[in-house]
């Protein structure tokens, strides 16, 4: 298959095609179902087949009437029950936002966002029906929750207009619904896009704005307090990191573990080690192999409730990169290669792979080479290079 896919590619996609042994490692993760390959290899694959790319990549369209689907089932529910809103609609509404969110972890963030902006649209479908006051907070609460998971898939995807302008109408959701927590939660994801792009003043300012005010105590309020030190990590600064980390420590103390521990707006004492974890790593702290080690391993053994990938993915890059502190660059190589290979990254966390990539060629190991190519196939980059 490799060589066919070379076959079909003209002169100048042809020399930009990686080693036969990269490609034919990216076809069995393809054909694995891992994931699905990108251009210029769709249209490789269409060549090779003398298939139309609807005919032979027609998952979103069967994606599209599943999530359409969704929205039909509510909307029948509100016809049943004889309702123009009615608790027993917002009731399922607000339990699909948190199968949503419990779907995070493990949903690449297209596909989430389609199935997010589909509920949204009913949303607004109902923003001008009948109902009591209660009902209409309710309503845009969940619309609260949707947009501001709209706009961290838009943040995944690197989108950050779409993302923006989501993240208004969350704040503005927020405001009239009288929800501090979502709006608190609006300040630190705009803070986490920051810290993507190497903002970090910027998300230091953003992170101790959603403290100031998501209710003490809460989820929004500790997960800020978390993306605090995490930021103080990046700009290098021991003391106020571990300031930040010991508050977060205080707060997750009495803290049992959830039911649902995937949730992506519901704090854990398991998603604090994990912070804990990236954030030794980004400070050079020899203790951040030992976390990183205990949070992939509860990870990989589902100790703490559910497989969720992408907290896995992000355990295996802050393991690298301890690792490389502790001059292991080998093992460093091939977890990072594993991760970017396990069709679970985002592309909002593509930097944190190359930091490692570019830490490891500067040490002019061999890996570096199969690396920089795995990065190239990951992110549709010629050049190798990060996003800026």
């Known amino acids: 298959m490799a060589k066919h896919l070379a076959d079909a590619a003209d002169p100048h996609t042809r020399a930009r095609l990686p080693e036969r042994e990269s490609l034919i490692r990216m076809i069995k993760a393809w054909e694995a179902g891992r994931h699905q390959p990108k251009d210029p290899y769709r249209l490789l694959y269409c060549r090779v087949f003398g298939m139309g790319e609807a005919e032979l990549f027609a998952d979103d369209v069967q994606d599209n009437a599943c999530f359409e689907g969704e929205v039909e089932a509510l909307e029948l529910g509100r016809r049943v029950a004889a309702s123009d809103v009615g608790n ?18 493990g949903t690449p963030p297209a596909e989430l966002l389609k ?78 896009q920051a810290v993507t792009t190497g903002d970090y003043r910027r998300a230091l300012t953003l992170t101790q704005g959603a403290q100031v005010i998501a209710p003490h105590g ?21 003391p106020e990191t571990r300031d930040a980390l010991n508050r977060v420590a205080r707060l997750v103390a009495p803290l049992s573990m959830p039911e649902h521990p995937e949730h992506h707006y519901r704090y854990d004492p398991s998603k604090s080690d994990a912070y804990v974890a990236t ?23 589902a100790a703490d409730g559910p497989f969720r990938p992408r907290r896995a993915a992000s355990a295996r890059l802050d393991l690298a990169l301890a690792l490389l502190a502790a001059d292991q660059p080998e093992e460093a190589g091939r977890l990072t290669l594993m991760t970017m290979t396990s069709g679970v990254l985002v592309p909002s966390s593509y930097w944190r792979a190359h930091e490692v990539i570019s830490a490891i060629e500067a040490l002019r190991m061999p890996e570096a080479t199969e690396l920089r190519e795995a990065y190239r196939e990951l992110s549709g980059r010629a050049d190798g290079r990060p996003y800026e």
Request: one cysteine or more; charged letters at 20%; a negative charge.
């Open 88 to 105: 027993e609609t917002l009731d399922r509404l607000e339990l699909a936002v948190d199968d949503l969110a419990m779907a995070y972890q």
């Open 115 to 192: 199935r997010a902006r589909q509920h949204l649209s009913y949303v607004s479908h109902l923003i001008n029906a009948k109902k009591t006051l209660i009902e209409h907070r309710r309503l845009l609460t969940a619309g609260g929750w949707l947009s501001l998971l709209a706009s961290t898939c838009y943040i995944d995807l690197r989108q950050y207009d779409a993302a923006a302008t989501w993240l208004q109408t969350s704040a503005q959701l927020a405001k009239h619904a009288e929800q501090p927590e979502i709006a608190a939660w609006c300040l630190e994801t705009e803070a986490w």
């Open 218 to 238: 809460s989820s929004a309020y500790i997960q800020a307090t978390a993306q605090e030190g995490r930021v103080w990590a990046r700009l290098g600064s021991g």
């Open 279 to 301: 954030t030794l790593s980004w400070l050079g702290d020899p203790a951040a192999e030992r976390y990183a080690r205990q949070v992939l391993a509860r990870m990989e053994s």
